[in-house]
Each structure stands twice: as C-alpha cells, then as structure tokens.
C-alpha cells in the first residue's frame, strides 16, 4: 500500500508541476505576444513614408505639377521647401497680379528662377513691376497676349 500511495503522490506532485509550467508557458505567450507588438509599433514609427523615399528630381517633377502651390508645399517639411527653393522650373511662371504693389517679392521669384526661360502674365499697367523684370526679358519664352494691357513705348523704358 505504501508503493501506492507514493506513486498516488508523486502523480499529484507532477500534475502540479505540469498546471506550473502551463502558466509559466501562457505568460511567456502573452509576453511574446505583446513584444511583437511593440516592435511593430517601432517599425512603423521608424519607417520612412513612401513620400520620403522618392529622390529629390522625381519629388521637384511632381511639384512641377502643382507649383502654384509652393508655398503650402514648402510648409511640409525641410526638404519638400528646399526641393522648392533649389528648384528654378517651379518659379518660372510669374503672373504680376501676384506681385502688384511688392517688386521686392518679385525680384525674388526671380532670382529664384535662375536663369531658366520665363512665362509671365500680365494683367494691367503694372510699370513699377516691369522694371524688375525687364533685365530678365530674354527668359520670357512665353506670356499671355490677352492678358497684356494697352501700353505705351515709353511704359516699357527702364
């Protein structure tokens, strides 16, 4: 009877261990678990945005599209504004009437289109900005002759 007991015993004993190390093992995968879910947390923090992989012509091409909405752009982030700045295409349309009382602005949507051909509108007698930009008449490839107004020989004199 002895033998019986002690085996009876030994049974429990183990079952014990057994329900042990069944918890033990649910812990561990509930702590796998949720260690996976912080890594993909951390991945997806750290992954750079389809946007930011794109190199820095292929992202000026695409402003290209937009370009009247640079400034909104170039509020984005560092790089978007100095793609935009480093880009002279985007700043070669110019319709005065986004300048009208501020050459200073105009001069330098100018300088910042380098030396690339020009495309201008011009919407009425705006004589103060035509002196800024006539230094720059041999880039202007294109403008808009229904846009242009009634002028003078004399308007055109520096």
Known sequence: MKELSDARAELARLQRRELELLQNLLDVHKAVA?????????????????????????????????????????????RWRVVIMDTPTIWSEICFSDYYSR???????????????????????????????????????TQDPSAIPRMSSTDWRP
Do not use: C, M, W
């Open 103 to 141: 050459p200073s602005l105009l001069k330098l949507h100018l300088d910042r289109s380098r030396q690339v051909p020009l495309t201008i509108s011009l919407h009425y007698n705006q004589t103060e900005l035509l002196e800024v930009v006539l230094p720059h008449v041999n880039r202007i490839h």
């Open 34 to 78: 949720a260690q996976k879910v912080v890594i993909d947390e951390l991945i997806k923090a750290s992954a750079v945005p389809p946007i930011n992989r794109l190199p820095n012509e292929l992202l000026a091409q695409t402003f290209l599209l937009i370009r009247d909405q640079k400034q909104s752009l170039g509020s984005v982030s560092r």
